[in-house]
């Protein structure tokens, strides 16, 4: 006996033999945008869902969007009942190329679907799973996700901009964010200039390598409507000194402006500050984490880089904690992000405002950092 592996073969003769509820996955624009702009990484997962578009899965879930942190999805079943001339409409709709947005039918009916009080919700990464069959590895599936949740329509309007100067201080002051979680939340930096929370004595002047040199250095934030901080990164102007790519093709990139780690008090948020540093043609930082070897994203193309930033050579009293641009040449004027072969500097990576050792940089006898006092 011969099994009859899909449905297809009763669509479109005649309505009436249209008695299954076949599941037909369907994705409405706000998903369907968010897919045609995710990064090459995701490729294949976004070229799989985008070429199951209007084919039979073995999930009753179609019509999905992105809702807040997770999708919101309808059945057949209720897209039969609730707008029975929809799916007529969906039964018989034949997939295009999976890079073509399929039906203006869709968009036309989005939003009274998306107000139907039958809607379900499903977590983004259960959903890839289900419908993927957990083709993509944890890690990739959970990347993903972050960035689905960077797309969503309903996070409240953010303003991203950049400030320069004294300006930047405010934005580690804790009392200034939305919350105290996240890696923003347990910044090592958060209340170091005066007194925190607790009481605890900060120290003067920590952040002047930052505020005193508005020519090479500002700060992108990320704030709600009442001016709260979600979100921030420092935005150094680099000269890109050594550079190749992932081909080992050795590169010349020169001067750019760089995206530094960014901290937030929600993972989705990176991906929010990325994609404008990439549409103002900034590189970033590809680690967001405290590794750190040199790999930056420019122009959608990863680099192992050598950078130095430019700072004023005067009495800097104080120093922050870097993450990347940590040796500093006081002779030259001049942050690293790592160690040429004649550096003589110090680490910055000491977050009580001293000089650190961390980077195994520690100050000879003369002591450089008073010098121009």
């Known amino acids: 006996m011969k099994h009859i592996k899909s449905f297809k073969v009763f669509e479109s003769y005649d309505d009436d033999l249209n008695f299954l509820n076949e599941s037909k996955l369907y994705i409405l624009p706000t998903f369907f945008k968010a897919l045609s702009s995710a990064p090459s990484e995701f490729l294949g997962i976004v070229k799989d869902l985008k070429s199951l578009y209007g084919d039979e899965t073995d999930q009753d879930i179609t019509f999905v969007d992105i809702d807040n942190d997770n999708l919101s999805y309808s059945t057949m079943k209720n897209i039969e009942k609730e707008f029975p001339e929809l799916y007529k409409q969906s039964i018989t709709w034949i997939p295009k190329p999976f890079n073509i947005m399929p039906s203006s039918i869709l968009r036309d009916w989005s939003n009274d679907i998306l107000k139907s009080p039958t809607r379900g919700n499903i977590k983004i990464g259960k959903f890839v799973n289900k419908i993927l069959k957990g083709k993509y590895p944890e890690a990739l599936i959970d990347k993903f996700v972050t960035y689905i ?18 300006d930047i201080i405010k934005y580690y002051d804790s009392s200034n964010y939305i919350d105290r979680r996240g890696t923003l ?47 921030r990164a420092l935005v150094w102007n680099t000269k890109v000194t050594f550079c190749r790519d992932y081909k080992d093709d050795v590169c010349e990139l020169g001067d750019i402006k760089f995206l530094d780690r960014i901290y937030t008090i929600d993972d989705w948020m990176v991906n929010k500050m990325t994609r404008w540093a990439q549409d103002n043609g900034m590189g970033y930082r590809y680690y967001q984490g405290l590794h750190d070897d040199g790999t930056i994203s420019y122009k959608d ?22 993450d990347t641009f940590n040796r500093y040449d ?4 001049k942050l690293y992000n790592y160690k040429p072969s004649n550096f003589s500097g110090f680490g910055l990576q000491s977050t009580s405002g001293n000089y650190g050792t961390v980077t195994g940089n520690t100050p000879r006898l003369r002591n450089y950092i008073r010098r121009f006092s």
Not at 188 to 204: I, P, T
Not at 330 to 333: A, H
């Open 149 to 166: 949740k960077s797309k969503s329509v309903k996070k409240g309007n953010w303003n991203i901009s950049l400030v320069k100067g004294d």
């Open 185 to 231: 939340g347990h910044s090592c930096m958060s209340d170091k200039l005066g007194r925190d929370n607790y009481g605890v004595k900060g120290v003067s002047n920590i952040f002047d390598i930052y505020t005193k040199n508005p020519e090479s250095c500002s700060l992108l934030i990320m704030t709600n409507e009442e001016g709260k901080l979600g979100a």
């Open 301 to 322: 193309v990863k680099y192992k880089s050598e950078m130095e930033v430019n700072v004023k050579k005067i009495h800097y009293s104080a120093f922050p904690y870097l």
């Open 330 to 333: 006081v002779k030259n004027g």
